[in-house]
């Protein structure tokens, strides 16, 4: 898979609490750096995934996706929550390394006002 197709895999995963392909799809020393934490290891973030984020009936909605050729991808969009209301906006720095995410670093901000 290419970087911009490894990215759209990483939130349909997410989304559809597929964790076997989570774990797949991303590096055994993946790296999540977000506002709130940073998560080191595929172990650890696929367990976080699954049972240890704050809301996990969300839905990513991507709008935009922009890769600098196969190693650098990034992506904008916002979280949906359970009630499809917007809870906040992201961008997603992909790192890509050897056929899997490498890294992710989350930028956030504010929802709708």
Not at 8 to 18: F, G, L, T, V
Not at 52 to 65: C, Y
Request: charge should be negative; charged fraction near 30%.
């Amino acid at each position: 898979m290419d970087g911009a197709t490894l990215a759209r895999e990483y939130y349909r995963s997410i989304d559809e609490d597929d964790y076997d392909a989570l774990a797949g799809i991303v590096s055994a020393g993946f790296v999540h750096q977000r506002p709130d934490r940073t998560i080191e290891g595929r172990e650890e973030f696929v367990a976080f995934m699954r049972s240890g984020r704050p809301e996990r009936e969300t839905t990513h909605v991507v709008e935009s996706v922009y890769a600098a050729g196969d190693e650098n991808v990034a992506v904008e969009g916002q979280l949906l929550d359970a009630d499809g209301e917007t809870w906040f906006r992201f961008v997603d720095t992909f790192e890509i390394g050897e056929s899997s995410i490498a890294s992710i670093r989350t930028y956030t901000g504010p929802g709708p006002e």
